[in-house]
């Protein structure tokens, strides 16, 4: 079983110029990643798909090949992370790589649960490589969300029991956190996509696991989550 961590970095981003490899807790933010990928001992090789020369330096230095750029046209903002995934799996196939899992890591959720990539890795061996992926709680909770209908009304987004009022009477909702895409390569290439009928979620107990660094914020929410010591799960 042969498997391929793929971490997409371009170099633009409009919000946090430059973030991939800027500075979070003392390393830049795609060396998070990296270090992850490189400590599961069920990854075979850590490739990283960017198109420019300094995430490609800055990736080697913390340990991952970077053997092939990105082609410009998948580094703008309309190329999506399947067309990413397709390009970087021929393009290993052009060097005699071939994998059986693929797993996507975003340089911008930069705190992993170990133990939540080796459940969704045999989840995915289980489904006979269909899909998982880390989802955490749905915050806001789309039961509290609304938008504009056709004659301009604010509308809920989703119909609710008019008896609910309060929010722990809710159902469940979940979101997917962006931490953790897993499936089987050979699924990938027949349906390419991350999502289907058949997915499944790994659900993380920490939210510390499910920021995702869009905005400045963000990225100040995640300094200080870094600052603090991970804390043991209740027994």
């Known amino acids: 079983m042969r498997v391929l961590a793929l971490i997409p970095a371009r170099g633009g981003s409009k919000r946090l110029p430059g973030k991939n490899i800027k500075p979070l807790g003392g390393k830049p933010l795609i060396a998070w990643s990296i270090e ?11 490739v990283v798909s960017t198109d420019t020369r300094e ?3 800055v990736a080697r230095q913390f340990g991952a090949d970077v053997p092939w750029m990105r082609p410009t046209e998948l580094a703008s903002d309309t190329a999506t992370s399947v067309e990413v995934v397709q390009h970087a799996l021929s393009a290993q ?6 994998y059986d899992y693929l797993v996507l890591l975003q ?3 930069p705190l992993r649960d170990p133990a939540m990539f080796r459940e969704a890795l045999t989840r995915c061996h289980q489904a006979a490589g269909a899909p998982v992926l880390a989802f955490a709680d749905a915050h806001p909770h789309p039961g509290w969300c ?4 056709h004659a301009g009304r604010l509308v809920r987004y989703v119909d609710l029991d008019p008896g609910i009022t309060r929010s722990q009477d809710l159902p469940p909702a979940f979101a ?15 349906e390419p996509g ?13 939210r510390r696991y499910d ?12 300094e200080a989550l870094i600052r603090q010591p991970v804390r043991a799960s209740a027994p």
């Open 93 to 98: 196939a052009a060097l005699g790589h071939q």
């Open 36 to 46: 992850f990928a490189l400590g599961q001992a069920e990854i075979d090789d850590v």
């Open 176 to 190: 997917i956190s962006g931490s953790l895409y897993v499936i089987g390569v050979a699924r990938f290439l027949a």
């Open 146 to 149: 609304f938008r504009y209908d």
């Open 107 to 109: 340089p911008t959720t």
């Open 194 to 206: 991350f999502t289907g009928a058949d997915m499944q979620g790994v659900f993380s107990t920490n």
């Open 55 to 57: 995430i490609a330096k």
């Open 211 to 222: 920021i995702d660094i869009d905005d400045e914020i963000d990225w100040l929410v995640a």
